[in-house]
C-alpha cells in the first residue's frame, strides 16, 4: 500500500531542500580535500537525494561505472532508482558531489518472466518503500509489460531468497534489442582458478587468458565483488567474459563513508554488529547512534543507511549513525524540485517531468499552485509504476543553485559576452541572462554553431540576484512541427514502446500513428529507443496524435 508523505516529513524535506539550494552559492565544479564517497540509490533531485540526503549534484561530473574499451553507453544521465557511487567534496558542510558514476547491477535478454530473470540474475521487483526503494520503470507501465527477449537495464543489490538471492530491483528500464553485451555484477563465489571460472549468483562465468581484469594485476577470490561484461549473450545459465573489474572500495583511512541498500552477512546473528552494505563491511560499536530503528532490526534483506568513518587497518566502515529504512515514517516519499518540462493535460489528470523523472497527478493530488511549462515546482509524491504519483505540488520562490530545465529558442545571443535569452518561454526565464562557459557542454553543434532561433534543450543553475543563470548543457533540437488543425503542440522526451503500425507509447503518453498527420517512423525508432516526440490533440477523437518521433540519445 503505497504512503502519503506525513505533512511534518514533507514541510521539512522541502525546507531543506531550500536550505540546501540557498546555501550552494553560484559555484559550479568547486574541489574540495580530503575524501568522502556516498553508495546508494538515486531516491529524488533537488539535487540528488541518497539514502535520505540531499546531496548538491551542481558541477558534478556524471560518467558510468566501466572499463577502458568496455561497451558501456557514452553519455550520462543521473536518473530516478539508479544505484550511484558518488564521491563528495570532503571540504564541504553538506553533501556535494563531485563525480557521480552510474552503476547497474544487470544489462541483458530477459530469458523468463516467471520469476523474472535477466542475464542468469532473478530479479525481484520491490513494491514496500519499507523495504527499500520501490522499483523504477522506464519503458514499461509495470512489470507486467516485460517480455522474453527484451533486453533491461536493472540497478538494484542482492538479497536473499528461497533457494539463493536474487536482485531487489530500484530500476528497471527498458534497452534497444540491438545490443548483444551483457553486464552482470556481483559477488564471486566458487571460484576454480585452475577452471577459469565462478559464479555470480546463479550465473557461471568463465574467463580466459583474452579476459582483460581490471585494475590490472588484480586477482580474483571469493568474497570479491566484480563488474563482469561479455560481448555475448547468456547460454543457459553461463557467459564468457570479456571484460572483468574488481570493485575495490579503498578508501582512504578515516574517510566519511555513507552507504545505502540491503544487509548482508548476518547469517542469523542477532545482534549483527558487523553487517555489509554493497560490499562495504560495516562495524557497529556501542557508540554508535540509531536513528530509525535498533541493534535487533538489522537483519539480512532488509534496507540500512550508515554514516561513518573508514578504519583502513580493519577494513571495516565504523557507523556513527544507522537508519533501519522500514521505521523511518517517510520511506519511500520522492522529493522532486525543478522546472516542468513536457507538461500535458487531460482533465483532472497532468503528466510532465521535473528534473527528467516523470511526474503524473491524479483527483487526490494537493496544488498549491497553477503549473505549466517552466513553472519552478516542488514536488512530493510515491513511485507507482514509471512516474512519481504526486500527493502535494507547491510553487516555492527562486532560489541560488536551483536547477532548471527548459525547451526553448535562443535569442540576443552575445559570442563575446558568452550570453543569449531565451524565446518562447515562460515567465521565470523569459527577461533572464544565461551565461555559458568552458564548464558548460555542448551537444549537437558539431557542424552547426549556437545561433540565434535555434531550439534547444537547456540545463542552467540559477547563480542568484544579478546573476542570472548558468548553463550545463546545451542540446540543439528540433524546430516543432506544425498541428494539421493549427491547435497547441506539444513535446515530451521518453522510451517508446508498445510501437504497433497505429499506435505508440512514450513514457506516459500514449499517441496514435495517423497517415498523413505522423512522419513515418525511422528504422531507428524501436522499442527501447529514447525519442524526442512531438504530438497534438486530436478533437474529434480526444486523443494524443504523434507528429514526430525520433531517436533523441543525449536526453
Known amino acids: 500500500m503505497t504512503r502519503k508523505p506525513t505533512l511534518r516529513g514533507w514541510l521539512g524535506a522541502l525546507a531543506g531542500a531550500l536550505a540546501l539550494l540557498a546555501g550552494c552559492g553560484g559555484g559550479v565544479g568547486s574541489g574540495g ?9 538515486v531516491e529524488g533531485f533537488g539535487s540528488i537525494y541518497i539514502g535520505g540526503d540531499r546531496c548538491d549534484d551542481t558541477g558534478a561530473r556524471i560518467e558510468y561505472d566501466t572499463v577502458p574499451g568496455g561497451p558501456e553507453p557514452a553519455q550520462a544521465e543521473v536518473k530516478l532508482g539508479q544505484r550511484i557511487e558518488a564521491e563528495l567534496d570532503a571540504g564541504s558542510a553538506g553533501c556535494k558531489i563531485l563525480v557521480a558514476r552510474i552503476a547497474p547491477e544487470v544489462v541483458g535478454i530477459v530469458s523468463a518472466t516467471s520469476p523474472l ?8 521487483v520491490n513494491t514496500d518503500p519499507a523495504e527499500g526503494p520501490v522499483t523504477v520503470f522506464d519503458g514499461y507501465d509495470s512489470a507486467a509489460d516485460i517480455a522474453i527477449g527484451d533486453r533491461v537495464e536493472v540497478h538494484g543489490k542482492a538479497v536473499p531468497v528461497s533457494g539463493g538471492v536474487a536482485i531487489r530491483a530500484t530500476r528497471i528500464e527498458r534497452k534497444p534489442a540491438t545490443d548483444h553485451w551483457v553486464r552482470v555484477a556481483g559477488v564471486v563465489n566458487n571460484l576454480d582458478a585452475n577452471a577459469k571460472t565462478f559464479t555470480l549468483g546463479a550465473l557461471t562465468v568463465s574467463y580466459d587468458n583474452s579476459t582483460t581484469i581490471f585494475p590490472a594485476g ?9 563488474a563482469m561484461w561479455s560481448l555475448t549473450p547468456v547460454s543457459g545459465s553461463s557467459v564468457s567474459a570479456r571484460f572483468i573489474r574488481v570493485l575495490r572500495r579503498d578508501f582512504a583511512n578515516q574517510a566519511a ?3 545505502a541498500g540491503p544487509i548482508s552477512g548476518c547469517n542469523g546473528a542477532n545482534p549483527c554488529t558487523t553487517p555489509v552494505i554493497d560490499g562495504v563491511a560495516v562495524q557497529i560499536t556501542s557508540a554508535t547512534r540509531f536513528t530509525w530503528g535498533n541493534a535487533s532490526d538489522v537483519v539480512d534483506g532488509r534496507s540500512m543507511y550508515v554514516r561513518g568513518t573508514f578504519d583502513a587497518d580493519s577494513g571495516m566502515l565504523v557507523a556513527n ?7 523511518d515514517p517517510n520511506a519511500g516519499l520522492v522529493n522532486l524540485l525543478g522546472t516542468v518540462t513536457d507538461y500535458a493535460s487531460a482533465g483532472s489528470e497532468t503528466d510532465f517531468r521535473v528534473r527528467g523523472v516523470p511526474v503524473t497527478t491524479d483527483g ?14 516542488a514536488v512530493a509524491g510515491h513511485i507507482v509504476g514509471s512516474s512519481v504519483l504526486a500527493t502535494r505540488i507547491d510553487c516555492p520562490s527562486l532560489a541560488a543553485g536551483t536547477v532548471v530545465d527548459v525547451y526553448a529558442q535562443v ?4 559570442t563575446t559576452a558568452r550570453t543569449f535569452k531565451l524565446g518562447n518561454v515562460g515567465p521565470l526565464l523569459s527577461l533572464a541572462t544565461i551565461h555559458y562557459s568552458d564548464l558548460t557542454a555542448f551537444h549537437g553543434f558539431e557542424t552547426t554553431p549556437l545561433a540565434d532561433g535555434q531550439y534547444v534543450a537547456l540545463r542552467a543553475v540559477y547563480r542568484g540576484p544579478g546573476d542570472g543563470f548558468l548553463a550545463t548543457r546545451v542540446i540543439l533540437d528540433d524546430t516543432p512541427p506544425a498541428s494539421p488543425t493549427g491547435g497547441a503542440v506539444l513535446r515530451t522526451v521518453g522510451i517508446a514502446h508498445g510501437i504497433t503500425g497505429t499506435s505508440l507509447k512514450v513514457g506516459l503518453i500514449q499517441m496514435a500513428i ?10 531507428d525508432v524501436v522499442n527501447g529507443t529514447v525519442v524526442r516526440a512531438w504530438f497534438y490533440r486530436d478533437v474529434p477523437n480526444a486523443r494524443w496524435v504523434a507528429l514526430r518521433v525520433r531517436p533523441a540519445p543525449l536526453f
Open 321 to 327: 549513525t544507522v537508519a533501519v529504512r522500514r521505521h
Open 117 to 124: 530473470t535477466v542475464a542468469g540474475a532473478q530479479v525481484v
Open 514 to 523: 495517423v497517415p498523413g498527420a505522423t512522419e513515418p517512423l525511422g528504422s
Open 364 to 377: 487526490q493530488t494537493t496544488f498549491d499552485c497553477v503549473i505549466g511549462d517552466g513553472k519552478l515546482v
Open 257 to 259: 563513508v555513507r552507504v
Open 218 to 226: 588484480a586477482a580474483l577470490a571469493n568474497g570479491q565483488t566484480v
Open 33 to 41: 580535500t580530503g575524501s568522502a564517497m556516498a553508495l546508494g540509490t
Open 411 to 414: 535569442a540576443n545571443l552575445d
